[in-house]
Structure formats: structure tokens, C-alpha cells
Nanobody, 117 residues
Framework: QVQLVESGGGLVQAGGSLRLSCAAS????????MGWFRQAPGKEREFVAL????????TYSDSVKGRFTISRDNAKNMVYLQMNSLKPEDTAVYYC??????????WGQGTQVTVSS
């Protein structure tokens, strides 16, 4: 079982940057693929980024590719999302999630990111 807690959200001007952090607990953290998702008001939850258990493979949604970078530090039980060149369209609650046996079973509480124009 994994417990996840996100942090690092806030208010930023368009074009600015934020780094989100996800602190994980659990002895088997390093065996899970980890993902970032987001949900804006009135919209469905959408995929943002994925990183493999080893950190050797990453996947991004087209809307954030080239601007966001997902990374992990298994020694510290941490996952990060570096967000650059932020746009108002990036405004959402961002969630960290752990994939266990092909399912995102574990989710954090979310952290709010607001990008002003």
C-alpha cells in the first residue's frame, strides 16, 4: 500500500514556473509506475504525465509536452512535476497517483495550481 501527499501548488502568472512534489510512503514505492493527473472545474480528470518505476521512461500529454517534466527519486520516495511556461489553461487541481497491477489504485489529496493571465 502507498500513501501519497502532493505539495507545491499555488498562484503563478502566465509564463511562470512551479514544481509540484509528491511524497510517498510504502516499502514498495520503487516498484510502481507513477502518474500526474489534473482536473479543472467542469472538466473530467485528465492524464498529464507518467514515469516508469525505474525512471527510465516518461510519457506526456500533448498539451504539456515540452513544458512539463516528470521525475522521481526512489531513494527519497519522491515524485516531481516541473512545470514551465505555464498557461491559464493549466489551472487545475493536480493529483499524484501510483499504478499497481495496471490500475491507479493510490491517489493523493491534490494540490491547486492557478495560472493567471
Amino acid at each position: 500500500q502507498v500513501q501519497l501527499v502532493e505539495s507545491g501548488g499555488g498562484l503563478v502568472q502566465a509564463g511562470g514556473s512551479l514544481r509540484l512534489s509528491c511524497a510517498a510512503s510504502g516499502r514498495t514505492f520503487s516498484t510502481y509506475n507513477m502518474g500526474w493527473f489534473r482536473q479543472a472545474p467542469g472538466k473530467e480528470r485528465e492524464f498529464v504525465a507518467l514515469i516508469s518505476w525505474s525512471g527510465g521512461s516518461t510519457t506526456y500529454s500533448d498539451s504539456v509536452k515540452g513544458r512539463f517534466t516528470i521525475s522521481r527519486d526512489n531513494a527519497k520516495n519522491m515524485v516531481y512535476l516541473q512545470m514551465n511556461s505555464l498557461k491559464p489553461e493549466d489551472t487545475a487541481v493536480y493529483y499524484c497517483a501510483a499504478n499497481d497491477q495496471a490500475e491507479y489504485k493510490y491517489w493523493g489529496q491534490g494540490t491547486q495550481v492557478t495560472v493567471s493571465s
